[in-house]
């Protein structure tokens, strides 16, 4: 009786190739009396998507088309659907999946007992040419849901063992049409994709809503490698999707956007008026918290695992005889000091894994985009910080999984905030300004330097020392309020 009906919408812009198959798939495992329809959106697919499958033949399997003649891009093309969708619960799905058997199960449970509540399948992978998922985790590890959001408006994938779900990767989600268009819908203004599933999951969490994980809905999804077979068919403006995030942290972050335009990514927006009413205007009339609500709603991300530290520093080697070089006494920009920092990347959390190398130290403004800054990130198994070593601003955390002896590189990868014990410095007992860096977690392997400029992973009684260089509290942390600071602090002692 409390059974609530399905309108599934997919934007398919030049998906001649999998539109069928996904639509299909959906008619086969959604109960009739359930599925309200499929609002396929043609998004000004050439030739038109109806050529292929005419809409007499579609409407057997409950579709609806809604075509528009002149390209809106993803974001768009998922508001018209909406908008045409007359079911109770909008499931957005990208036009290139398959779902498995009861998928629809949680989206209606969890939704008829909260309205405001979003409900984000498990995403697994799908062969396009067998049409079949494929690589499925076994047990409660399947699949992936949830992402965090980091300062440059980059969303990474995350786990831990709460089914909430701080921010949406954006294509899949289910949403009731009430709560969907009192949060405003997705903003007229941005272009294109990208940055519409940051807006749309912070309206929904600062405005009373919440985003939960349904890890017995599995979702095969096809992603684009790269490959002829999967690229996207449409195009994408040039910028557009810099600036909808731009916008999306403007409308919500508050002061904390200053810290996203110290990112080079964002350097074009800096100094420069962002009208963001759009999206502002489309829940000025609900009751909203701010975003540092949002940063301790979220703490055991942003301070159980580091990704707003309170400290950032240089890892300085300890030169043999522990002396501090005459340049760094004088506070000099330059010296013969050498410091951890990371081969390759600058300051982006849209990184891959890279080496970490010494490299001169540098001075105690962090003006420049250099990864020679770190802090302590990720969250021990007890839940508390930090059991990892991430450089500042960037996703990379120091690489202490399966440390090796006589190892001649150190690595860094992608932070896995749920890792525990990987990398850290250990404070020595003669003296507690000085530290070894320890990989691993089991005191037998540590970080040293090795001929004099070069990295090796040794026996930790072997091991060179290390210092915390020009140590300071960076803008993300130094921006929340003092009881938030007190409340933070407590939990670091």
């Avoid at 969490?205 to 599995?218: F, K, L, N």
């Avoid at 962002?274 to 942003?302: A, M, P, Q, V």
């Amino acid at each position: 009786d409390n059974k609530l009906t399905l309108s599934i919408v997919l934007p398919c812009g030049f998906e001649h190739d999998f539109f069928i198959r996904t639509a299909e798939s959906l008619f086969y495992e959604t109960p009739a009396e359930i599925l309200k329809e499929i609002v396929i959106v043609d998004d000004a697919s050439d030739p038109p998507l109806k050529d292929s499958w005419s809409e007499e033949a579609a409407a057997k399997f409950g579709v609806k088309y809604v075509r528009v003649d002149s390209p809106l891009g993803l974001i768009g093309a998922k508001d018209v659907g909406a908008r045409a969708a007359t079911g109770d619960v909008i499931v957005f799905f990208d036009c290139h999946v398959k779902p498995a058997e009861n998928y629809w199960v949680p989206y209606v449970k969890e939704i008829h007992e909260n309205y405001k509540r979003v409900v984000i399948p498990t995403i697994t992978n799908l062969n396009v040419d067998t049409w079949e998922e494929f690589g499925r985790p076994s047990g409660s590890a399947g699949g992936m849901s949830k992402c965090y959001l980091t300062f440059d408006a980059e969303f990474k994938w995350t786990t831990d063992d709460t089914p909430y779900v701080p921010i949406m990767s954006g294509g899949l989600l289910a949403i009731s049409r009430k709560w969907f268009f009192e949060t405003g819908g997705y903003d007229s203004t941005m272009k294109g994709w990208g940055g519409e599933n940051l807006d749309q999951s912070l309206r929904i969490w600062r405005c009373g809503g919440e985003i939960v994980t349904a890890p017995e809905s599995y979702v095969a999804h096809m992603w684009r490698d790269g490959t002829e077979k999967t690229k996207a068919k449409y195009k994408v403006g040039a910028g557009d999707a810099i600036k909808n995030r731009a916008r999306a942290m403007k409308a919500h972050l508050g002061d904390w956007y200053e810290k996203t335009l110290t990112f080079p990514s964002f350097k074009e927006w800096r100094g420069k008026d962002l009208d963001t009413s759009s999206i502002t205007d489309g829940f000025s009339d609900l009751h909203c918290e701010d975003f540092e609500w949002y940063l301790n709603r979220f703490k055991n991300i942003y301070r159980d695992a580091g990704v707003a530290p309170r400290e950032v520093f240089q890892i300085e080697a300890v030169t043999s005889d522990g002396s501090i070089e005459e340049s760094e006494k004088l506070n000099l920009h330059k010296s013969s000091a050498l410091c951890l920092e990371l081969k390759k990347s600058t300051w982006t959390n849209y990184g891959s894994g890279d080496e970490v190398v010494l490299k001169e130290c540098t001075g105690a403004t962090a003006s420049e985009p250099k990864p020679i800054w770190w802090h302590g990130s990720n969250r021990r198994k007890d839940g508390s910080c930090c059991g990892g070593l991430r450089a500042w601003n960037t996703d990379q955390c120091i690489d202490g999984r399966n440390p090796q002896h006589g190892a001649a590189k150190l690595a860094s990868h992608t932070c896995d905030l749920d890792l525990g014990l990987e990398a850290f410095l250990q404070p020595s007992d003669d003296d507690k300004e000085e530290f070894s860096l320890e990989l691993g977690g089991t005191g037998h392997h540590c970080v040293s330097v090795v001929g004099g400029s070069s990295l090796g992973i040794v026996a930790c009684a072997d091991a060179s020392k290390w210092r915390k260089r020009y140590a300071f509290t960076p803008m993300e942390y130094e921006l929340l309020s003092s009881d938030y600071k007190n409340d933070w602090a407590r939990a670091y002692l």
